[in-house]
Nanobody
C-alpha cells in the first residue's frame, strides 16, 4: 500500500474553499487509483472522491459539484479542491490507494493503513 502525507486542511468559514494535497512518499503514482476519504466524529470513514490512473474521477452526491479531484503524477500528488464548504464537511480527510494496487475506482485500502490525515473544520 502506498503511503501518503496529507496536507492543506484548516479552519474555514462556511462557503469558503480549501485545497488538500496528498503526496506519496518515495513512490510513483502513475498506475494507481487514489481515493479521498473523510471521517467525521462519531461517523464511519467514507470514500468521497476517487481518481483512476487515467484520470477518470467520481464524487459522491454530497460533494458532487463542490469538490474536485485531480492528480499530478510528476509530483506524486493528488489534490482535492473543496469549494462552497459546509459545516457538515468538517472531518479528518485522508487519501489512500487500493490494497491491491489497482488503477481504477473505487479503492478499498487495508483496514490498518490509515495515516494522520488532515483536519478540515468549517465553522463561523
Amino acid at each position: 500500500q502506498v503511503q501518503f502525507v496529507e496536507s492543506g486542511g484548516g479552519l474555514v468559514q462556511p462557503g469558503g474553499s480549501l485545497r488538500l494535497s496528498c503526496t506519496a512518499s518515495g513512490r510513483v503514482l502513475n498506475y494507481y487509483a487514489v481515493g479521498w476519504f473523510r471521517q467525521a466524529p462519531g461517523k464511519e470513514r467514507e470514500l468521497i472522491s476517487c481518481i483512476s490512473d487515467n484520470s477518470l474521477s467520481f464524487a459522491v452526491d454530497s460533494v458532487k459539484g463542490r469538490f474536485f479531484i485531480s492528480r499530478d503524477n510528476a509530483k506524486s500528488t493528488v489534490y482535492l479542491q473543496m469549494n462552497v464548504l459546509k459545516p457538515e464537511d468538517s472531518a479528518v480527510y485522508y487519501c489512500a490507494t487500493d490494497s491491491g494496487g489497482k488503477g481504477y475506482c473505487p479503492v478499498f485500502p487495508n483496514d490498518d493503513y490509515w495515516g494522520q490525515g488532515t483536519q478540515v473544520t468549517v465553522s463561523s
